[in-house]
């Protein structure tokens, strides 16, 4: 299994619709990702719908795409860490695919909306037990590279209460 770090948003703004609806959330000018079958064609959707972005930062959309739609599986954990709550994360496990979600729309018009369902395991865990794992300001979805990071967060949560449960 994987953990993976999520970003609710720029602002934060997708965090309380992600603990809300047992979701986690991205969004794009780009449709049918969900379809799209490899990194080269999700790569081609994107190009698509940002005609003048330059090719490198359509390779980092891509490979964070490539994370959410093909990499993530479901019984991965997931951190959220929060904006409006500094020092604490969501913990979440992934319960199923990628899926386009068009009643979120009107949260952020032009865009199409894809989300992942998750199970929240823990609603404010405290980030300074996770050390370095989440300090990634400008990215959007990773996956931890520490080892046995998944496994000792699972750990950490069955161990007992840290700040407030889901």
């Known amino acids: 299994m994987t953990l993976w770090v999520i970003r609710g948003g ?12 047992g979701i986690i959330v991205i969004y794009s000018k780009a449709h049918g990702l ?10 081609e959707r994107i190009r698509e719908a940002y005609p003048e972005k330059r090719e490198q930062t359509i390779g980092l959309w891509t490979r964070w795409a490539s994370h959410f739609f093909h990499e993530m599986r479901e ?8 904006k409006r709550y ?5 913990v979440g496990e992934v319960r199923g695919p990628a899926e386009e979600w068009p009643d979120l729309r009107g949260y952020q018009p032009g865009y199409f909306i894809y989300s992942r369902p998750v199970r929240w395991l823990h609603g404010r865990f405290p980030r ?23 496994k000792r967060v699972r750990e950490w949560i069955a161990s007992g209460p840290h700040g407030e449960p889901a």
Request: charge should be negative.
């Open 86 to 90: 500094r020092g604490f994360v969501a």
């Open 128 to 150: 300074d037990r996770l050390g370095n794992w989440t300090n990634r300001p400008h990215t959007t979805i990773y996956p931890v590279e520490e080892r046995d990071a998944e």
């Open 34 to 43: 969900t379809e799209a079958v490899d990194a080269d064609e999700l790569r």
């Open 10 to 21: 720029q602002s934060g703004e997708w965090e309380d619709i992600a603990l809300e609806q």
């Open 75 to 82: 019984g991965d954990l997931v951190l959220l860490p929060f």
